[in-house]
């Protein structure tokens, strides 16, 4: 919130009262009154950045005659990695689309490169045309279950816990040891109990649910069930409705919310595509697709600008009315909401889908070292066969959740292979952080390939690098390319690289403009369904095979993990 001198105070009472000019005026349009559910029309005036009233006011004008004047959307729980881009591209792509706040996770960046990929992102606080706010990691690594590139513990929440643009700590993922009354976990909820605390509790419910909102934590993103959201909320968390490229679940909460429970829910992102951020959009996707579902406009402009702004505690925005922050978006209407104008600060930062400034470069550099791996060749991907019958992972559509299947081993003379047609592919993941050497192989149902290999130094949360393929030379091939372009995305087929995508930062973002990045995205998409993918997205899918936090298999560089249980286990047999 911003600080209000005595002489600062003065001049917008006077200026809210007519003795003085305004900075500017929006004059003409329909005020969204997101505290009644109606539109006002009002002319609305600006001092110094914030709203001082509506009415009649003297002062430069911007004409907005017949549109609509809504709050800046906000998107209140994002990775800013999973857009592959840079923050200052990020913002060009998503504040002429209405997002002028987010508040980002950066644990993935924090888990390849430490305090520096915070900085990194932090650096960006209070330059860009967007606000990017952040909730320090809680869980850096994820799990003791895999080989991550950098600690992130106990002094360093400390001595960041009070940086620009902190406002918490994020989706504390290890909900076993919040429930367990883990000493370490418990010293890092204690340091923020009087802050924003996020959580992350897939399937967790009776009493273990109550533990783990005793222990301070606000939210939750992970609901995919009715029951599971209205659990959360009857237990006073807030809701957040995840609604990202992997994971969708609007359609199955928000019908089912109350209305009087409304108030306390948000629609999130999580995880979004470049492709989909381009070609659907950011929180103005959100919005409309709550419109689809028979949301009433008010209710669902109040869940990507009021609910989440009250929620992180930034009082000073979520709202058109004196005193607020004049982060705010112009729209012909609610039902269409076509954007026409952004403003931040009460300064124009776009019109008619363009920024008007180019953002500023980083103010610290960016991270990169090379990766850290050891042979590569083919044979370190051959798997024995131990056993008759095999864990397998199975990809659920739509979601990040996988199933714990068992199938027959699909062997040839005495090693695991792939097995395409019963769509049973081997999978490997590699460590690349620290050169340990260390490999885990698994298998996954449920991507259709064919033929070839694809590898990605995109795996959540510790980003090693992870491999599937239908043989073990095509598997060697992509992971041996990805290394050599010092991390990103390939697809390879028959001893041939078909595409690929450079992702210089830490192995998670790309520094190029979002139509190259797309562009290359869709070609690498377009090479997945010629090796017969079944999936939309191979790579989003990929990426969260090696997450030991969501159910029930995931695979490491350590092994398999029973997520469900919280251990590894044995790939062969029951």
Not at 161 to 170: E, K, T
Not at 406 to 413: G, K, L, V
Request: glycine share 10%; aromatic share 4%; with cysteine.
């Amino acid at each position: 919130m911003q600080k209000r001198t005595a002489a600062q105070l003065r001049r917008w009472i006077r200026a809210a009262r007519g003795q003085e000019p305004v900075d500017v005026v929006l004059r003409g349009g329909l005020v969204a009154d997101v505290f009644q559910g109606r539109l006002v029309p009002a002319d609305v005036a600006v001092v110094d950045g914030i709203i001082v009233g509506w009415g009649e006011y003297d002062g430069p004008v911007v004409e907005v005659s017949g549109q609509v004047i809504c709050p800046g959307l906000i998107d209140g729980h994002i990775h800013l990695e999973s857009t592959l881009l840079s923050p200052p591209e990020f913002a060009r792509a998503v504040v002429p689309q209405g997002t002028t706040t987010v508040v980002a996770d950066p644990h993935e960046i924090v888990n390849v490169a430490g305090v520096a990929g915070l900085e990194y992102i932090l650096g960006f606080h209070g330059r860009l045309p967007l606000d990017v706010f952040v909730l320090l990691p809680s869980c850096v690594p994820a799990s003791p279950f895999e080989t991550n590139g950098a600690d992130f513990g106990l002094s360093d929440l400390e001595r960041c816990r009070s940086l620009p643009g902190v406002l918490g700590l994020a989706e504390v993922m290890n909900f076993p040891g919040v429930v367990e009354a883990d000493p370490a976990l418990l010293a890092k909820l204690a340091l923020f109990a009087d802050r924003i605390v996020d959580g992350h509790a897939p399937g967790l419910g009776g009493r273990e649910l109550n533990a783990y909102r005793l222990a301070g934590i606000g939210s939750d993103h992970e609901s995919t069930t009715p029951a599971e959201a209205q659990d959360r909320l009857a237990r006073g968390f807030y809701l957040m409705i995840r609604e990202g490229s992997t994971a969708k679940n609007m359609a199955d909460l928000l019908p089912a919310v109350p209305a009087n429970s409304r108030r306390r829910v948000m629609l999130v992102s999580d995880d979004l595509h470049p492709e989909d951020l381009q070609g659907r959009g950011h929180v103005n996707a959100l919005y409309k697709k709550a419109l689809e579902l028979g949301c009433d406009p008010f209710t669902a402009l109040t869940l990507v600008t009021l609910n989440p702004a009250e929620y992180f505690r930034l009082f000073d925005r979520g709202a058109v009315a004196p005193g607020y922050r004049a982060d705010l978006v112009v729209v012909d209407s609610l039902e269409t909401f076509r954007v026409q104008m952004v403003l931040k600060n009460g300064h124009v930062v776009a019109r008619q889908g363009q920024l008007t400034a180019a953002p500023p470069p980083a103010a610290s550099a960016a991270p990169h070292r090379p990766l850290q791996v050891k042979d590569l060749a083919p044979a370190v991907f051959a798997l024995p066969a131990a056993g008759d019958l095999v864990k397998v992972i199975g990809l659920i559509p739509g979601q990040i959740l996988t199933e714990k299947l068992i199938a027959p081993t699909p062997r040839q003379d005495g090693l695991v292979r792939s097995d395409h047609r019963r769509d049973i592919l081997k999978l490997g993941v590699v460590e690349r952080h620290r050169g340990t050497g260390n490999i885990g192989l698994g298998l996954v149902h449920g991507f259709g390939l064919q033929r070839g290999a694809l590898a990605a130094t995109v795996a959540h949360d510790s980003h090693n690098l992870i491999i599937v393929g239908v043989s073990d030379e095509d598997m060697s091939l992509a992971a041996r390319h990805v290394v050599d372009l010092g991390g990103g995305l390939a697809v390879v087929a028959e001893g041939k690289v078909l595409a690929d995508l450079p992702l210089p930062v830490a192995g998670l973002m790309s520094l190029a403009p979002l139509e190259e990045v797309t562009s290359r995205q869709a070609a690498l998409q377009q090479a997945c369904r010629a090796l017969g993918a079944t999936i939309p997205d191979p790579f989003m899918a990929l990426s969260f095979l090696a997450l030991p936090v969501i159910p029930k298999l995931k695979l490491t560089d350590r092994g398999l993990v029973d997520v469900e249980h919280f251990r590894l286990v044995p790939l062969f047999g029951e």
